[in-house]
């Protein structure tokens, strides 16, 4: 015993700083209760066991405001409090389990020596360990050992407990399972086996969570629940459902919370058929009304991306006795995540706000992601609005779907200035004056804020990348390492996803190499970005380890191979990858692998073969995979199929301008101008109006924006000039501006204006004009994909300036070099 003692107190960091206790004016102090009326029969003396009853009910119903009452009325009417160690236990239970930490601790604080007993320091140290005190409620439980006090199960859970917290779980994680096995509870305990599958668990250790789990002599519900619990919220899916089997084969009966777990590992798999199984089961259990279950079967439709499976989705929320905001987020989450009818998310905002349910953090972040996918910048202003009024705009989730709503609407000035909110919420700025080699220096330090975390880091890291904002991304990147955070898989994930889609690849796969541990978002995101750079070879190499590695790829992980192959025109790989996906892995291919076949056939100009594909596809094609071929017709000037693609596409989305510009384009590539004048009449009588172009790069930590014959920068003379001379320059070395791409039916004199006046042309004399450092290359970004005449010409201006041009458009990068391109024209 006295060794178990000396660990835990050997292990634990050292007291905090004495200071005043903070107090909470409705669990501490009398002189902030509301004043009680009383009459005289309040002021008799309660007997102990009533007082003790009185205590637990008002415990069991968490009603501090009642307990606050016979605590008054208890230091009215007597001494039980100092004499009756029972009633004295229950005050402090009560306390306890109403979170009232101070309370707790007053009232333990009071209590004679030798009226504290087990259940007084047990309480005292649950109360603590629940309640962010983690650290001093192992100190008390040292001081319980100390005190000469044998530990017994509800004792060694708040040790468990307390453990959770990693930095504890280190050190002290030993010591309480030293105490486990010495008092007798490893294997014999339900409870106590269930508190260390939790510490184990939520510390990512899932193979000691199994070994406890095998250990217990007696297994409930409550415990095959806890531990397919964690396997799913770890990531353990397979796990998850190997133990559930395991589950009915020993004769257990499921309940609403193993249900709602094994929902959310189907959902994780991608496993449709184990999700109509398992809602065939709750039918049969009679579970589907359990708000819960009815919200992971939502879930778990909408996001199967399978025939009927939105209208599934649908029919089980309109079975559900009541509706809340996870039922109604589910829901709206589905429609945003297929990427289909996002005005009909909008219209399902009003129903859920009819039948008086608040949207929450999760739900506006689905939404802006609508706003997104319909680029409605007015929309997505009234959404924020929204979010500002209740309060939520801060919160990262909120923030992240802001920042990016903002970017994909081509809205930069509006992006940067909410990361910049968010970044100054989150990030703390103070000055500290350093007198150094006799001259004073100010230096701007920053810090975290209190209660900062990984997710926090991560999801500014991520607003950073939405934005292009590399600079603040990588002083997000320090700051994590100041903090401790180094490890940390999130932030390592983020920071792949932002050097990548910033342009700096080389950090990127730094970033990769550094991490200890890759999961499948870690490979996916590498994978993607190497794809986006134009390095197809080596993304589906680092594929290959993926899968050798052990790591099971999801349907993400297989979008980003197909569009490898697609990038780099493997047709053959290709196909075989997609095969591979159902065969070997057991996927169900989404829309957007339809859409990446399509795109891989049609770039390679077997846009036949492409729409064969798209008839023989075992569902119905969306708009992506109509869009997708319709593109890849105005590549291979294809005007048949490209008119089939494009009523497809009218049909489906007939709000979407799209379609009607790319057979435009078609029409003006031939030459047919009457098709052209009318596709334009049809847009104009729809109001339909086709996306801004719009470029923009960072200088000095300033986004700068520009748009075609842009006039509007304070430097539009200086950029101009060096535009002009860079023209003729190129024009020297063989360039030849492409007017066919001028779908306006004018003089090819004009047609070359408009061409050389836009904004990727206008950023790159910008660029030029701005960073003179010739080793630095230029980075821009396009909310739109780069024409053919802009790609050439900057390849061309890449050779005749000796500088590195980094364009990122909505596709992918473009890294230019002595006039050669790294999408090998594969664009």
Known sequence: MATVRSTLHSNLPPPPPSSPPARNPTAASPRY????????????????SEAASLLTAAARARDLRLGHALHARLLRTGTLLEADAVVANSLLTLYSKCGAVDAARSVFDVMPTGLRDLVSWTAMASCLARNGAETEALRLLGETLEAGL????????AAAQACFVSE???????????????????????????????MFA????????????????????????????????????????????????????????????????CTELGSFSLGQQLHSLALRLGLESDSCVSCGLVNMYAKSHI????????????????????????LLSGYVQRGLQDNKVLILLCEMLSEGIRPNHITYSSLLKACANLGDQDSGRQMHAHCIKSSLADVNVVGNALVSMYAESGCMAEATQVFNQLYEKNMVSISCDFDGDGMGQDYQIQRMDVGISTFTFASLVSAAASVGLLTKGQQLHALSLKAGFGSDRGIGNSL???????????????????????NVISWTSMISGLAKHGHAERALELFHDMI????????????????????????????????????DHGLIPRMEHYAC???????????????????????????????????????????????VAANHVVELEPQDPAPYVLLSNLYADAGLWDQVARIRSAMRDKNLMKETGLSWMQVENTIHEFRAGDSGHPRAEEIYTKLDRLIRDIKGMGYVPDTSIVLHDMPDELKEQCLLQHSEKIAVAFGLISCTSATKPIRIFKNLRVCADCHSALKYVSKTTGREIILRDSNRFHRMKDGECSCGEYW
């Not at 209760?33 to 102990?48: D, I, Q, S, W």
């Not at 010591?175 to 339900?190: E, I, Q």
């Not at 025939?307 to 589910?330: D, E, I, L, Y």
């Not at 590695?549 to 349907?555: C, I, R, W, Y």
Request: glycine share 8%.
């Open 150 to 157: 044998r530990p017994n199960a509800f004792t060694l859970c």
């Open 496 to 518: 792949v996803s932002m050097y990548s889609r910033c342009g700096y690849l080389e950090d990127a796969c730094q970033a990769f190499d550094e991490m200890s541990d890759h």
């Open 33 to 48: 209760r509301k004043p009680l009326t009383t009459t005289p029969a309040e002021h008799a003396a309660l007997h102990p």
């Open 202 to 265: 939520k510390n990512g250790d899932m193979v000691a969570a199994r070994l406890v789990f095998d250990g217990l002599v007696e297994r409930t519900v409550v415990v095959w629940t806890l531990l397919i619990t964690r396997y799913a919220q770890g990531g353990y899916a397979d796990e998850a459902v190997e133990l559930f089997l395991d589950m009915l084969e020993n004769g257990f009966r499921p309940d609403q919370f193993t249900m709602s777990s094994m929902l959310s590992a």
């Open 307 to 330: 025939g009927q499976s939105m209208h599934n989705a649908r029919k089980v929320f309109n079975r559900m006795p009541k509706h809340n905001v996870m039922s109604w987020t589910a």
């Open 597 to 643: 076949i399509v795109d891989l056939l049609g770039r390679s100009g077997l846009v036949r073969e492409a729409l064969d594909f798209i008839n023989e596809m075992p569902c119905k094609a969306d708009a992506l995979v109509w869009k997708t071929l319709l593109g890849a017709c105005k590549i291979h000037n294809n005007m048949d199929i490209g008119e």
């Open 548 to 583: 050798s590695a052990g790591v099971k790829p999801n349907d993400v992980t297989y979008i980003a191979v197909l569009s490898a192959c697609s990038h780099a025109g493997l047709v053959n790989e290709g196909k075989e990858h997609f095969r591979m996906m159902q065969k």
């Open 168 to 198: 504890l779980f280190h050190s002290a994680c030993g010591a309480v399972l030293g105490l486990v096995f010495k008092m007798g509870f490893w294997g014999t305990d339900v409870s106590v086996g269930c508190a260390l599958i939790d």
